[in-house]
C-alpha cells in the first residue's frame, strides 16, 4: 500500500498564492505519474496538473500560466504551486500517485479563495 499525506491548503484572498504538498510513502517501487486533482462542491473531479517520472507535465487550462506542478523525486513527494488564484479555484485538491496501474489517493485538502 501507498499513503499520500497532503498539506497546504487554506483560505486566500483571490491573487493570492498557496503551495499544496503530497507526500508519498510505503510500499513505493516504480512511480510512474504523480499528479493533483479538484472536486468543487455539486461537480465531478477534474484533473488539475500532472507529472511523469519523466518530469513531463500536463494542465488543465484553467490553471495554465498559473499553477506550477513540480516533484522531488527523491522524497516521493508533488508540489503545487498555485498564483493568481481565483475563486473558483475553490475546491478539495486531492494528490494522486500512479505505479503500475494502481491509483492511490491522497485525503484532500481544501483550498478557499475569497475575499
Known amino acids: 500500500q501507498v499513503q499520500l499525506v497532503e498539506s497546504g491548503g487554506g483560505l486566500v484572498q483571490p491573487g493570492g498564492s498557496l503551495r499544496l504538498s503530497c507526500a508519498a510513502s510505503?510500499?513505493?517501487?516504480?512511480?510512474?505519474?504523480m499528479g493533483w486533482y479538484r472536486q468543487a462542491p455539486g461537480k465531478q473531479r477534474d484533473l488539475v496538473a500532472h507529472?511523469?517520472?519523466?518530469?513531463?507535465?500536463n494542465y488543465a487550462d484553467s490553471v495554465k500560466g498559473r499553477f506550477t506542478i513540480s516533484r522531488d523525486s527523491a522524497k516521493n513527494t508533488v508540489y503545487l504551486q498555485m498564483n493568481s488564484l481565483k475563486p473558483e479555484d475553490t475546491a478539495v485538491y486531492y494528490c494522486?500517485?500512479?505505479?503500475?496501474?494502481?491509483?492511490?489517493w491522497g485525503q484532500g485538502t481544501q483550498v478557499t479563495v475569497s475575499s
Open positions: 494522486y500517485v500512479l505505479q503500475n496501474v494502481k491509483v492511490y
Open positions: 510505503g510500499s513505493i517501487f516504480s512511480i510512474n505519474a
Open positions: 507529472i511523469t517520472s519523466a518530469g513531463i507535465t
